[in-house]
């Protein structure tokens, strides 16, 4: 979804390979969607010549080393969210782009659609007066089964990590924030389901909240027996808006992850008058993604979420968790 159906919508851009430490896994996935080349490991793609750019989709644990690798190896990489699996891991992520002088991207696909950037410009012209508080909820339906890598401590799992990084990230696009307060419903140990937590921003001290969560009724009683998951047993919440409210008004981004499908941008001011907002080209956000990776890498254009910001990202992340009385993630 992130990258084979996209990359057929922009120019210059050929997904030509694949790599899994299955062989035969890679082969089938190359068969099944056109791709030209299938590695045996991730090591023999990444020493190819016909290779120029990786995305990196690994479980969270493996960001940081295979993203590491891909760079000394020559190759720019766009780097799924969340970044790596802690604070640290990204730093060490950041020096070495900085080293090799190449590209590394997050993968956090909603900023690069045209309405994160009229979200932003709305909030910054006064369209809400002084911002007092935002929110921002993210909470998608899951029938996995406990092996799933988003429910394996030791891969850096949790919803924090998935739905919850994207909530902090539709923060971010208005200041720099610190964590308050923070709680979580654990589904394994160390592992969250749920996450909730409350922050202010550093400059002009307006409160925040993130609402952060995996859905699916009967997930805990299921964990120790995967064949028992009913699919039919589960009741699916999916939650993604954003809403910036200050003096003079308040703005709902409606589904910020696929504006194409939400209902856009809507300002209400003190009086209850409404302003719809939708951004001039409807495109899905994976494109716009796609299209800023390659201008960047091939033309110089800017990075919207470099390693810089990363860092900031993930230093929330791993806040959030301490502040929940649970570790922080680590990598391999």
């Not at 995967?226 to 047993?233: E, G, K, Q």
């Not at 699916?236 to 981004?253: D, H």
């Not at 300002?267 to 495109?283: C, K, L, P």
Request: hydrophobic share 40%; with cysteine.
């Amino acid at each position: 979804m992130g990258l084979i159906e996209p990359a057929k919508e922009v120019d210059g851009v050929e997904v030509a390979a694949v790599a899994a430490r299955d062989p035969q896994r890679a082969q089938d996935y190359a068969t099944e969607h056109g791709i030209h080349l299938a590695f045996e490991s991730y090591d023999a793609l990444l020493a190819s010549d016909e290779i120029d750019a990786v995305y990196n989709p690994l479980p969270n644990s493996h960001h940081a080393r295979w993203t590491i690798a891909a760079l000394e190896a020559g190759k720019p990489v766009l780097l799924e969210k969340p970044f790596t699996a802690n604070a640290d891991e990204a730093r060490q992520v950041a020096e070495a782009a900085e080293q090799t002088g190449l590209v590394v991207m997050e993968a956090y696909h909603w900023r690069f659609h045209p309405q994160a950037d009229r979200a932003i410009e709305l909030v910054a012209e006064g369209a809400v007066g002084e911002v007092t508080n935002v929110e921002a909820a993210m909470v998608f339906p899951s029938m996995h089964g406990p092996d799933d890598i988003r429910y394996r401590y030791d891969l850096a799992g949790g919803a924090l990590m998935d739905t919850g990084s994207y909530a902090l990230s539709n923060l971010r696009a208005f200041g720099e924030l610190d964590v308050v307060r923070a709680e979580a419903e654990e589904m394994a140990p160390d592992v969250d389901v749920r996450m909730t937590a409350e922050l202010r921003y550093r400059e002009g001290g307006a409160t925040a909240s993130i609402t952060s969560a995996f859905t699916g009724t009967g997930q805990k009683a299921e964990l120790g027996d995967p064949d028992a998951i009913d699919p039919d047993a589960f009741e699916f919440e999916f939650q993604a808006e954003v809403v910036v409210t200050g003096s003079e008004g308040r703005l709902l981004i409606d589904n910020p992850l696929a504006p194409m499908w939400g209902s856009g941008l809507t300002v209400t001011d003190r009086g209850g008058h409404t302003i719809h907002h939708e951004a001039a080209e409807q495109v899905g956000t994976y494109t716009c993604q796609l299209r800023a990776f390659r201008a960047c890498v091939e033309d110089g254009g800017a990075n919207l979420y470099p390693p810089s910001e990363s860092i900031k990202t993930m230093e929330l992340i791993d806040a959030v968790y301490l502040a929940a009385g649970l570790p922080v993630r680590v990598g391999i």
